[in-house]
């Protein structure tokens, strides 16, 4: 419990690579601290010392094949120590947990993306997590053209990012699809926009979360 004598709210960002998620992750985690609350940030894969260093298994490059089942596992092993070590002793302290992306993901990347059965991925979740979710779920869309466009200028790709384009199209759906399916706790904001614009549309959110 924190102060106002609450536990503290997850609230997960979610999107597409180039949407501009770092940079909202910090200014939503500001915006709950100015709040009056106290404020981690953290992300996935990773989170943890274990989970870190499973998030570089998941993104190095091999001389072999790596199937969306390895990596659903491996994302999976993961969350358990970031969530039992990290997210839920952090909520029941009260603080509130901004998380770059989170369980959507998978669904996104590895059920849409690689085609991995959405009841592994069912059966995964219900076994680490039980019905743990996020309070809330930040939706960053933009077209895949401009999100990588944006991403090239700035760094390499690594081994999931040097996707195929359709690869990306099916996730950036597959968000929204979800979206759509959980209107309780996602809210899209439209990232092809300037990042002052995409601010003033999460501060509303923020506003709306907060109160
Ligand atoms: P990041 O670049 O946003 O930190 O994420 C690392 C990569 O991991 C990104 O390409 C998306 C991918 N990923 C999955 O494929 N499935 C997941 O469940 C998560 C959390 C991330």
């Given at each position: 419990m924190n102060k106002k004598g609450t536990k503290g709210k997850l609230i997960t960002i979610e999107g597409?690579?180039?949407?501009?998620k770092t940079s909202n992750v910090n200014f939503i985690a500001k915006y709950v601290q100015n709040a009056g609350y106290q404020v981690i940030v953290t992300r996935e894969p990773g989170g943890t010392p274990v989970a870190e260093a499973i998030r570089g298994i998941i993104l190095s490059d091999f001389d072999e094949q790596m199937y969306g089942e390895t990596e659903l596992l491996l994302l999976y092993a993961g969350r358990l120590q970031h969530v039992e070590n990290v997210i839920k002793p952090a909520l029941d302290k009260g603080q509130w947990v901004v998380c770059d992306?989170?369980?959507d993901a998978t669904y996104a990347y590895?059920?849409?993306?690689?085609?991995?059965a959405i009841e592994k991925i069912d059966d995964l979740y219900r076994w680490t997590l039980?019905?743990?979710?996020?309070d809330w779920t930040i939706l960053l869309d933009a077209p895949v053209d401009l999100a990588f466009e944006r991403i090239l200028k700035l760094r390499d790709l690594d081994r999931i990012e040097r996707e195929k384009k359709g690869f990306f199209e099916r996730i950036r759906n597959q968000y929204l699809v979800m979206a759509k399916r959980h209107p309780e706790r996602y809210r899209v904001v439209d990232?092809?926009?300037?990042l002052e614009d995409v601010q003033k549309v999460i501060s509303d959110i923020m506003k709306e979360i907060i109160e």
């Open positions: 597409i690579e180039g949407v501009g992306r989170f369980t590895q059920g849409a993306g690689r085609g991995v039980g019905d743990f979710k996020p990232a092809s926009q300037s």
